[in-house]
């Protein structure tokens, strides 16, 4: 070691060692280093920042920076490709699935052998090929199955010369075709489906016949139509109905050592009323919320009692013995005949 060549004190370095034990032509160059007496042990550090930390932002640089002969591979999937998934008309959670799809980032067993995270490429369904994306919602046994079995009507789903970003293309095309109108949200739900039956057979070791993928499949498209057609009712009742005018009022705490639960319920017609509140004390801090299905109701007075009652019992269940309620559902509906404030409660 190094210090083995200082002498007694630390303060330089013992000369017999040196020429002892290190080369003579390197001698010189040894004698010249300067020693510090003061100084401390040596440390690790990082030179491309000033504080000598390690930091993301220093590596990012110096890997952007360094000179290398080999190219950084390019994420997969087409840039205005992946950014019109954003545009299109379906639920949250599928534009982030097809956004992971043509990214190549989904879990198939081609890409966990890629990343050294397993030894099995081969399909979970026909355990002949490798599991690729595109043989796993296309050119699979089962996918080819689900596909010519949906009775949708692309032929270049099918069709193992077209690229899988082609084939990603057209299913985003009918979501926005009026051509298509009926079936837009279907092929996206069969390609979710797709991948949820897979995933139940690796992992639980249960099988799903094509018939019951298309099945669930329309199902799922079914329900997010009839929820998109729901939602645009409401907005064009909302448009048709004299808007009303809301006070803008903050929130005020209740009483020293009380709990405040602020709710409101829903009310539509022919469907189930549901309610939600908060929970906070004195102070504002958060101590809980909750939400509930109820009965089907009548009108809006009777959706907001319920919703009062089931915020109410949910408070006591927890053990709140002081508590303050305040909807703003039964001011706006005064117009009814309905006299009520803010509620106060205790619970001897």
Not at 76 to 93: H, S, Y
Request: net charge positive.
């Amino acid at each position: 070691m190094v210090s083995d060549l200082l002498n007694t004190r630390k303060t330089g370095w013992d000369t017999n060692r040196v020429n002892a034990w290190i080369h003579h032509e390197d001698v010189d160059k040894v004698l010249s280093i300067k020693i510090c007496p003061g100084a401390e042990k040596d440390l690790l550090g990082w030179h491309y920042t000033k504080e000598g930390i390690y930091t993301v932002k220093s590596a990012y640089w110096l890997a952007t920076h360094l000179p290398s002969e080999q190219q950084i591979r390019s994420t997969p999937g087409a840039n205005d490709l992946k950014a019109q998934v954003w545009r299109i008309n379906t639920a949250p959670k599928l534009k982030h699935f097809l956004w992971k799809l043509l990214s190549g980032a989904l879990a198939t067993k081609a890409n966990l052998v890629y990343r050294h995270m397993s030894n099995q490429p081969l399909c979970c369904y026909c355990c002949s090929n490798v599991e690729t994306t595109c043989h796993l919602f296309f050119d699979c046994v089962m996918a080819q199955a689900v596909w010519r079995g949906s009775g949708f009507p692309l032929a270049s789903l099918t069709d193992p010369n077209i690229s899988l970003e082609e084939k990603i293309k057209a299913i985003m095309t009918c979501n926005t075709s009026t051509r298509f109108s009926h079936l837009r949200h279907f092929p996206l739900w069969i390609l979710w489906r797709l991948w949820i039956s897979r995933n139940i057979l690796c992992f639980q070791r249960r099988s799903t016949s094509w018939r019951k993928i298309i099945r669930q499949a329309r199902d799922d498209a079914q329900e997010w139509q009839d929820q998109e057609r729901h939602t645009e009712d409401m907005r064009g009742s909302r448009a048709h109905t004299p808007s009303e005018t809301r006070s803008e009022s903050r929130w005020e705490p209740p009483n020293q050592h009380w709990i405040k639960c602020n709710y409101d319920g829903t009310y539509s017609n022919g469907r189930i009323s549901q309610a939600g509140w908060v929970i906070r004390n004195d102070r504002g801090t958060y101590l809980g919320a909750g939400q509930a299905k109820g009965n089907q109701t009548r009108n809006v007075v009777e959706s907001e009692f319920q919703a009062l009652i089931m915020a109410m019992q949910h408070c006591w269940i927890k053990g709140y013995n002081r508590q303050e309620n305040g909807g703003q559902g039964l001011q706006r509906v005064n117009s009814h005949g309905v006299d009520v404030g803010t509620t106060s409660l205790q619970i001897f």
